[in-house]
């Protein structure tokens, strides 16, 4: 079963794309529910964050403050390391673990990983196929400020946390350009869906 990355920068369209591609059939596993569910009150995920920067993360219900955790982290690259060196570990895991479950329940399927940081952390994984979701920064800062309330620099703020565009880019065997009318992007990965759905099954690892 092919196994497929999607990446882009963040508001660069990439929950567009996984949401036409599962229209298609594909399976998509979404790192960023995963970061949500090894984060849960309780997890030991959530322990480190607070032993590591401090009990104000947390919400009086227990649950991770991810305004509070945003607001030390994106800005500091040290502090955000920190975060990283707590959070990847066990998202790799976990991501594991449910591609397995993709695997043995859908055995024909494309399995896709939507992930935001695979340049970050996952660029060396042995995927099948790299999908790169791209728009150029200036729209991507507008769609930060209009869609999620973001201030200009916030947005910015976002952006310069992740890496380069072009080291992203790097790694795409196809790159879906994400700055045209929905329509546009959904006609992109129509014509990309043949290549993936033949795509060979990897060996076992």
């Known amino acids: 079963m092919p196994l497929v990355a999607l990446t882009g920068g963040i508001a660069s369209g990439k929950s567009t794309v996984a949401r ?4 298609h059939g594909a399976v998509v596993v979404d790192a960023d529910q995963i970061v949500r569910d090894v984060q849960a009150p309780g997890s030991p ?3 480190r964050i607070a032993g590591e920067f401090g009990t104000r993360m947390l919400r009086p219900d227990g649950a ?3 305004a509070a955790l945003g607001a030390v982290v994106f800005g500091d690259p040290e502090a955000l ?3 990283n060196r707590i959070v990847h570990p066990a998202v790799a895991s976990e991501s594991k673990a449910r591609f397995e479950a993709a695997f043995d329940a859908f055995p024909h399927a494309v399995v896709v990983y939507d992930v935001p940081l695979l ?4 660029a060396s994984d042995p995927w099948s196929f790299v999908i ?3 728009a150029p920064e200036a729209l991507r800062i507008e769609r930060l400020v209009e869609l999620r309330g973001m201030t200009a620099d916030e947005a910015r703020a976002r952006i310069d946390a992740q ?3 072009e080291v992203r880019l790097k790694l795409a065997d196809a ?3 994400t700055s045209g009318a929905l329509v546009d992007t959904d006609a992109q990965v129509d014509a990309l869906w043949p290549r993936l759905a033949a795509l060979p099954t990897p060996p076992p690892a």
């Open 132 to 134: 790169v979701t791209h």
């Open 119 to 122: 340049a970050e952390a996952r």
């Open 20 to 23: 036409r591609l599962a229209e």
């Open 163 to 165: 890496v380069a565009d």
């Open 64 to 66: 991770l403050d991810r």
């Open 175 to 177: 790159v879906i350009d």
């Open 81 to 83: 390391r920190r975060l």
């Open 45 to 47: 995920v959530l322990e």
